[in-house]
């Protein structure tokens, strides 16, 4: 390689997750949100990832309004995340719960600082006792990318399209989907710090990392002009979804600086009202997903 390292950025990677796929393969997360009595809540498919802030707190990073819905839909109240199981052999998922909202109905997801609920992105802290069950494969935030992104450069989507079972599958490994930049990266999207993407969306996609990933065998120009070659990659952004409610086929890109943003100096919203989990449910049995 020219101008850059033999091996891949630090992922902030927990020990004990062999190295049999390298981050980005391996942090993209199936989110399945719950309603108040437990059960899931069809048609709510998202994608999330793991990111570190300066401190290396984790906090798990998804689309907005795949928490809170839309139209007369309701906030989720818990989300569930398969996970691979720390200290066991690869392969080993299991489903982790976490609650979206306090005692009050207050949301416990940090929010963009500056733009707030305009920006479709949101940032959960992780509790600290979560990383003794699971491995949080993940993403750092806070340096600057490595490689250039302009017009027309490559891009991957990550995610779990809706109809994918990672119950089902071999291991809860997201799917790649290739996509360009459609608007000039260095320029905002309607005023708000996003791009377009050229990109053949599907449902479940929303919240999914978009990746910049050069292989062993491809040349790339670094962010500051020098030629380097891969392997590399890069945390570019996280898919919004389209840009009008029909478009499957250009989506917005909320940009590696706001999932910064929200980690350092993100905000605590007032709402909306989540709703409380009701009294009979069994908050571990969450932690059981149904069988297919």
Known sequence: MTGASSSPPDDG?????????????????????????????????????????RELHPYLVTSRRAVVGGGEDAPATVLRVLMHAHGRPFGVWIAVTFRLGDEHGRPLWHGHPVHGAEVDV?????PQ??????????????????SRVDIASELFVIGFPVGFDSLRAEAA????????VAWPPSLDWEGLPRMLLDFRAREGQIGSPVVAYMDDVRAFTTSDGRPAE????????????????GDVNVGVVWKRSVIDDIVER?????????????????????AEPPQS
């Not at 949101?122 to 992780?126: E, Q, R």
């Not at 949080?136 to 990318?145: K, T």
């Not at 007032?270 to 009979?280: N, R, S, T, Y």
């Open 13 to 53: 990677m927990a020990r004990g997750v062999p190295r049999v796929l390298e981050v980005p393969a391996l942090a993209s997360l199936d989110l399945e949100f719950l309603d108040h009595e437990g059960k899931p809540m069809g048609g709510r498919g998202a994608t999330g990832f793991v990111v570190r802030d």
């Open 122 to 126: 949101i940032a959960l802290p992780i």
């Open 129 to 146: 006792n979560v990383e003794e069950k699971v491995d949080l494969i993940s993403y750092p935030v806070a340096e600057s990318p490595f």
């Open 173 to 180: 490994i997201g799917v790649w989907c290739r996509g360009t």
């Open 230 to 245: 891969g392997p590399w990659w890069d945390l570019v952004g996280m898919y919004g979804g389209g840009t009008t409610s």
């Open 266 to 286: 993100g905000l605590l919203p007032d709402g909306p009202c989540v709703p409380h989990l009701d009294e009979a449910v069994d908050w571990l049995s969450l």
